[in-house]
């Protein structure tokens, strides 16, 4: 009787993992599953971002391309209008560089052009330049050669103003004019580079201190003599302190 009744009783673990019993998922499973649903989640994201990118780039490229041509069409036509800058054709707004050529200006003004100063004559001259109110700086180095090996008997050592004459005539007479012409700026009585007179704005030129008329060009460069020149309208130019005189260094 009992041997009949072990015989017909089935162990514990086959009734668990027969045809007829639910399988559970593991704890495994479980968070393997869930972990599918985030990335799943998180991809349809990524999808929608990219959708609502190209939507917003392709709107936005059509704006850019439109102001880019606009923008283009408004630099071209604004170089049309502008003037070219001093260094290509001795006009155009200040500040006036050096000329590519710091020579060539000397060389159209007749001036000696050598390897080494004149001493004949060594006299200082000096300029300012006032526009708009506003002091422009004359270039370092204009008459002498990018190399070293040239330089005219009218230049610059720097940037103060200071002119030199160096020259191995003792007679020679000079003018603010050879030195526009090196810097490869227009002078004329109503003209410094791209800036013109007009009912509204004036140049006019001084000499220690005091105006002076006709053709600024011609004012001659003699020993220790201020010369300034000054551009603007009515109101601006009466606030430029021209000055009378400069302190050059000992002996120049």
């Known amino acids: ?16 993992t027969g045809s007829g019993a639910q399988k ?11 972990r599918e649903r985030v990335a799943a989640a998180r991809a349809e994201e990524r999808r929608r971002e990219r959708r609502r990118w190209l939507v917003t ?23 049309n209008k502008t003037e070219q800058p001093a260094s290509a054709s001795g006009t155009g707004q200040p500040p006036w560089p050096l000329p590519a050529d710091p020579i060539a200006g000397a060389k159209a003004a007749g001036l000696n052009v050598a390897p080494s100063e004149g001493n004949a004559l060594h006299i200082h001259a000096h300029l300012d330049v006032f526009v708009n109110g506003k002091e422009v700086p004359v270039p370092a180095n204009l ?3 990018r190399s070293g090996n040239e330089l005219a008997e009218l230049h610059t050592h720097d940037d103060t103003g200071v002119l030199h004459i160096e020259s191995p005539s003792k ?5 603010l004019g050879e030195v526009f012409s090196e ?17 509204a704005r004036t140049l ?14 011609a004012i001659q460069l003699t020993a220790h003599r201020q010369i300034a020149l000054v551009f603007g309208d009515a109101a601006t130019n009466a606030k430029v302190k021209v000055p009378s005189s400069y302190k050059f260094a000992e002996g120049e």
């Open 57 to 79: 780039f392709g709107a936005t490229g059509a704006v850019v391309a439109a102001l880019g041509g606009g923008a283009a069409w408004a630099i071209v036509s604004n170089n």
């Open 171 to 175: 007679d020679k007479r000079f003018t």
């Open 143 to 145: 008459g002498i050669s």
């Open 183 to 199: 810097w490869n700026v227009r002078l004329t009585p109503t003209q410094i580079g791209g800036l013109t007179t007009d009912a």
């Open 24 to 34: 559970q998922p593991s704890a495994r499973q479980q968070r393997l599953s869930a």
């Open 204 to 217: 006019t030129a001084y000499v220690d201190g005091k105006k002076q008329a006709g053709d600024p060009a």
């Open 1 to 16: 009787m009992s041997s009949k009744k072990q015989s017909s009783a089935k162990p514990r673990s086959q009734q668990r």
